[in-house]
């Protein structure tokens, strides 16, 4: 059961991924759109699409670890029934904050846009991955090996910056703008950080099982990495509010801070992919694919977000589509790539799938048109936001006048949206597949 | 690195988060130049706000969605103003549902509004460009 439990969350999360791009798209459609699907309004689609893409982020993160921690990091599970329950509370929670934004009941909040109370069993389930994983990990003899730490890291502060989310509760907070959006954005510029603990730390996991050697997660350069991107996370997001009227220092202290996490992740990347000989490449040809795309998406976006962290640029960017590619750029194009390697490596490892010839020609034409489509959705964009960054700090034009201004451009975005998704599809369908039939397989010879 | 070195990292780092919080949550955010305005009315409008879920199409200071405009400064925009919010809020637009609000609703929803108004400028159209890439509010 303890292999289920990791195939049953990435394989939730690879649904919840496809089914959060589908709304995704509908949200694009609605933008340019206005009078498209109106019953579902564009109120509703945003938090579906943003809730679901950030599950398939936390499912496949974690059935990763739960599965990797067990059978790959020299220890075992503390306990087989948490991850059980852990799961059960992860979709009842996710189907009744589904069911809360059909029926319009909102919290309100960007990200958590859900009702506050249903935040609680989030942290119970939370707490009961934490407690397993600090369990099975101290069990361990011998020093962590660096994606442990990042894991760990992550799981640690995500209660630390959920639970800072939630401050807004406290009249002290809520009742004064400027801190209510300060502490609001500094839990989630570290809450975004420490879900790129658990990615990341999947990906340098990913990394040394292709290559088979251990060292890449001991070495001095790594942990150098680890630590300036943990460094990043506590002081490195007031890049999100520099226009808001906070004390100078707050906003400054970021200003070097920030966005060098992604520069240290390439460069892992990088390093790691020239010792990697032919023959690895070949066997893990599907996860290696992916990694690589990732490196790729990696350079892009630390271009973009060192731009827009010096304020000089941010003043033209912030509140325009160029923050939206930066986010899409970060959970589409490095996340969720590095995600779907370690779904790809999770799943022949524990069904032993051959995939048919079929599949991965499927598999290769999708991972084309994923990575086409969504480069056509990253630098629209960027021309998007910058047009219209130009055109508010002009202040010749109103908001609607800009929206047509940058319409045509908003509908090349809107079908490019449609291409992800089919590129989406075909990665994910095989993998579906695979796992059905193993769980077929499996249910029969029990029976 | 030995494992003491990477823990001794680590608790600095995690010390040092906690000084830096508190200085946010108190002196960082002090300054509220629209405090006598979040009144009762209005903390009643920012949970409307909220309910709404105004955030998924439009922004205070550039943050939330970008279907509808930025509402940081609608209250004091040319053309614009408390009897333009009115309206929208009443009768909603091609873009913006009708949400059918009461009367009190709008009323705290434009106090809320008001307040949001004084706190601040957005977006900062009229600036200079520093040496080091910072900018300063004219």
């Known amino acids: 059961m303890k292999k289920e439990i990791g195939i049953l969350f990435v394989s939730l999360g690879l649904i919840a991924l496809l089914i959060g791009i589908f709304f995704g798209c509908l949200g694009a459609f609605q933008f340019v759109y206005p009078d498209f699907l109106k019953e579902i309004s564009f109120v509703k689609i945003r938090p579906l699409h943003v809730s679901l893409v950030v599950a398939w982020i936390f499912l496949c993160s974690i059935g990763g670890i739960y599965y990797y921690i067990n059978y790959y990091c020299e220890t075992k599970l503390w306990s087989a029934r948490l991850p059980k329950i852990h799961l059960w509370i992860f979709v009842l929670t996710g189907v009744l904050i589904l069911v809360c934004y059909f029926m319009g009941r909102f919290g309100g909040r960007e990200y958590w846009e859900f009702p506050a109370i249903l935040s609680i069993p989030i942290f119970i389930s939370w707490m009961l991955f934490g407690i397993n994983y600090f369990k099975s990990a101290f069990k361990k003899a011998g020093n962590w090996p660096v994606y442990m730490w990042m894991w760990a890291t992550g799981i640690v502060f995500f209660f630390i910056t959920f639970s800072e989310s939630y401050l807004w509760l406290a009249p002290y907070f809520r009742n004064n703008l400027i801190r209510d959006l300060t502490v609001q954005w500094k839990a989630y510029g570290a809450l975004v950080g420490s879900w790129n603990m658990l990615v990341y730390g999947t990906a340098l996991f990913v990394m040394t099982r292709i290559i088979g050697d251990e060292k890449i997660a001991q070495s001095r350069l790594a942990f150098f990495m680890y630590f300036l991107g943990f460094a990043n996370l506590l002081f490195g997001w007031a890049h999100h509010i520099y226009i808001v009227p906070s004390a100078i220092w707050v906003r400054m202290v970021s200003y070097f801070m920030s966005m060098t996490e992604l520069l240290i992740l390439g460069k892992i990347i990088w390093s790691w992919k020239n010792s990697l000989s032919e023959a690895k490449r070949n066997f893990h040809i599907l996860p290696y694919r992916f990694i690589v795309a990732s490196d790729v998406w990696v350079f892009l976006n630390l271009a973009l977000a060192l731009a827009i962290s010096v304020p000089a640029i941010n003043i033209y960017t912030h509140g325009t589509h160029v923050t939206v590619a930066h986010a899409m750029g970060s959970t589409i194009g490095i996340n969720t790539i590095i995600l779907l390697a370690s779904a790809f490596f999770l799943i022949t490892d524990i069904t032993k799938h051959e995939f048919t010839r079929t599949q991965k020609i499927l598999i290769k034409i999708g991972f084309w048109i994923f990575n086409f489509y969504l480069m056509v959705f990253w630098v629209c964009l960027i021309i998007a936001g910058i047009e219209k960054g130009i055109l508010v700090i002009d202040d010749k034009l109103s908001f609607q006048e800009i929206m047509t201004q940058i319409n045509p451009i908003l509908t090349v975005l809107a079908f490019s949206g449609i291409g992800i998704f089919i590129g989406l599809i075909l990665i994910v369908y095989p993998m579906l597949i695979a796992v059905y039939n193993y769980l077929m397989k499996k249910e029969k010879v029990q029976s | ?138």
């Not at chain 2, 003491?4 to 960082?28: A, K, Y």
């Not at chain 2, 130049?33 to 200071?61: D, P, R, S, V, W």
């Not at chain 2, 009897?83 to 059918?100: C, K, S």
């Open chain 2, 1 to 138: 690195m030995s494992t003491s070195t990477r823990r001794f990292i680590f608790w600095i780092l995690i010390v040092l988060f906690f000084i830096h919080s508190l200085l946010v949550f108190t002196i960082g955010t002090d300054e509220d130049n629209g405090k006598n305005l979040m009144t009762e009315e209005a903390q009643i409008g920012k949970l409307l706000f909220q309910k709404y879920n105004c955030t998924a199409c439009h922004q205070l200071y550039g943050l939330g969605g970008y279907m509808g405009p930025d509402l940081t400064n609608m209250i004091s925009s040319p053309g614009k103003g408390e009897i333009y919010a009115r309206t929208l809020l009443q009768t909603g637009t091609q873009r913006m549902p009708n949400f059918h609000l009461t009367e009190e609703e709008i009323n705290s929803m434009v106090a809320y509004l008001k307040y949001v108004d004084k706190t601040g400028i957005s977006p900062v159209k009229k600036f200079k460009i520093n040496f080091d890439g910072t900018i300063s509010q004219k």
